[in-house]
């Protein structure tokens, strides 16, 4: 799996919402525009990691809304661990995306 496989799901569940999505501007992987309302940028990553925290925590020194989108699977490491990741995304502001793999690409 590639970071690009994450973008279709991505953008198909962003877009099902009324948002006009784009890939890579700037250094943001994907920022989504709906009407007047502020844009969602959305950084996609392999897997969930202190530098993908990092790297939310800086796009939201110019943007509003950040949402950190990783992919997910129904194996047992990700369930313990997935309530422990909400609890930090919460905590800092950030928005968390997870892409199912092991199904039909969903988010």
């Known amino acids: 799996m590639r970071e690009a496989d994450l973008y ?3 953008k198909a569940y962003l877009e ?3 948002y006009e999505v784009k890939a890579e ?4 992987d994907l920022l989504a525009r709906r009407g007047e309302d502020p844009p ?38 990700w369930k313990l661990r997935y309530k422990d990741i909400i609890r930090l995304c ?11 793999v092991d199904a039909p690409a969903s988010v």
């Open 40 to 77: 969602v940028i959305v950084e996609l990553k392999l897997t969930f990691s202190l530098a993908l925290v990092m790297q939310g925590v800086a796009r939201q020194a110019l943007f509003e809304d950040v949402y950190l989108a990783v992919p997910v699977s129904s194996d047992r490491g």
């Open 16 to 18: 099902a919402q009324g």
């Open 90 to 100: 919460r905590r800092l502001g950030l928005g968390l995306l997870a892409v199912r």
């Open 25 to 28: 501007i700037g250094d943001c």
């Open 8 to 10: 279709a799901p991505v």
